[in-house]
């Protein structure tokens, strides 16, 4: 750990960085006002054009805190969310004299007495931390993952820095309060905390394999415990298929989408632990239709009452019961400050009623689900933070299975899966309704 003085100076200079970006974000701001002057929405997505600039000049905890804000579509309007998705985290190699001095430091040995090979460039290089191809003594091949040198560091002065500049709006903008705009920064950054720890990572490796041991098309990097630390991590090299080559490598994408599509049902309604960081860039598809996920730092877990509400809710979405869906995001909101409740299950019954006339093999539920955030959000109602979450699981996946299968209907895959949710809440002695 730096000394206090020398910590001192490290928070001086980064408040400069900070200040720095934050006038290039406000050219930014207006530039882009100016420029989508008289379109929908204008002003939240030039903020968002500003954040995405501030943000990638800022680094690894503003990419990640972005990346994370850019999910949590029950707490931020939809153009700055659809803005902020554009954050890219890709960010120049560090050099593999550090990669050595952390691999030997971990581990108490020199590098090649490890591997047999060890590719110095690496295959990606991420805020967080970079991967390289390398051999194993025993010819294995193996993807190693390796954190950045100072990331720690930054991470928890940028933390600090968050919070305190939360704190400071709530005070100034006391309307910030209702969104706990202090409480939403730490949730952020604890997610960004629980990525750049790698021993994580392997905990949740270990216990997505044991989840799906017994589903032969779901799988996940095999570990190698004796070379995984907090700061590297060491797994089997995926060579697999990447989605836009699905077709011309001739796999069969109907059983991907099924495998798919079950995986996150699994997760979300069987198991309560999913994966939080789900696209397709985090996939790879192996003959003759299997499925690995990839990039397991985030995750979310789900109580046994989140789990019952969420099918709860997506059942009554998906047979139309509007009243009820209303009812049940009413009665879990953390926040709510609805002015008129009948007018809220009014509009809330239209939409799904709207949505259920639609014909499901065209319909895109989880873009459904994203305007009952923007109803939720007109009658101050905050949804629980774990809809988002699970929204973007099954974005993903449904995502994935109208590009490959333009029939899917999201409803009819996650049905049987809904019924088994409120069938063990049945059990459990609680309602179904």
């Not at 003594?137 to 991470?155: M, S």
């Amino acid at each position: 750990m730096p000394s206090p003085l020398v910590h001192s100076w490290h928070v001086v200079q980064r408040v400069a960085q900070m200040t720095a970006a934050g006038t290039l974000t406000a050219a930014v701001l207006v530039r882009e006002r100016i420029r989508l002057r008289g379109e929908e929405g204008a002003w939240l997505r030039a903020l968002g054009r500003a954040l995405v600039r501030g943000s990638t000049r800022l680094g690894a905890t503003f990419i990640k805190v972005g990346q994370i804000a850019s999910t949590r579509a029950d707490l931020l309007p939809r153009p700055l969310v659809q803005e902020l998705t554009r954050l890219q985290d890709q960010v120049p190699a560090f050099p593999f004299a550090a990669v050595r001095q952390i691999i030997e430091a971990d581990f108490g040995r020199p590098l090649e007495q490890i591997f047999r090979e060890f590719d110095p460039t690496p295959v990606a290089a991420a805020s967080v931390a970079q991967v390289h191809r390398a051999v194993l003594a025993g010819g294995e091949v193996v993807a190693v993952k390796v954190r950045r040198p100072d990331i720690l560091e930054k991470v928890q002065l940028d933390r600090a820095i968050l919070l305190s500049m939360a704190r400071l709006l709530e005070r100034l903008v006391p309307s910030l309060q209702l969104v706990s705009l202090e409480a939403a920064m730490l949730n952020f950054c604890s997610a960004v905390e629980q990525q750049i720890h790698l021993a994580n990572e392997a905990a949740h490796n270990v216990r997505f394999t044991a989840n799906f041991a017994n589903d032969p098309e779901i799988h996940f990097p095999r570990l190698y415990p004796d070379y995984c630390s907090d700061a590297v991590l060491t797994m089997e090299f995926i060579d697999g298929v990447r989605e836009a080559d699905i077709e011309s490598a001739g796999l069969d994408s109907k059983q991907i989408v099924r495998a798919g599509m079950r995986c996150v049902c699994r997760m979300i309604f069987s198991h309560g632990f999913v994966h939080s960081d789900l696209h397709a860039g985090n996939m790879r598809f192996l003959p003759p239709g299997e499925v690995v996920l990839l990039d397991l730092g985030l995750v979310g877990e789900l109580t046994d009452t989140d789990r019952v509400m969420t099918a709860r809710t997506l059942f009554a979405f998906a047979t139309g019961d509007g009243t009820t869906v209303a009812r049940l995001f009413y009665e879990n909101a953390p926040h709510k400050q609805v002015p008129d409740y009948a007018e809220y299950e009014i509009e809330m019954s239209a939409l799904v009623e709207e949505m259920r006339g639609k014909n499901m093999a065209t319909t895109q539920v989880t873009m459904d689900v994203g305007r009952i955030f923007d109803l939720l959000r007109r009658h101050r109602i905050q949804a629980r933070g774990h809809m988002t979450m699970i929204n973007l699981a099954l974005m993903t996946a449904e995502g994935l299975g109208k590009r490959l299968d333009p029939n899917l209907s999201l409803v009819d895959e996650a049905l049987p899966f809904l019924a088994e949710g409120i069938g063990i809440a049945t059990a459990s002695g609680q309602s179904a309704a």
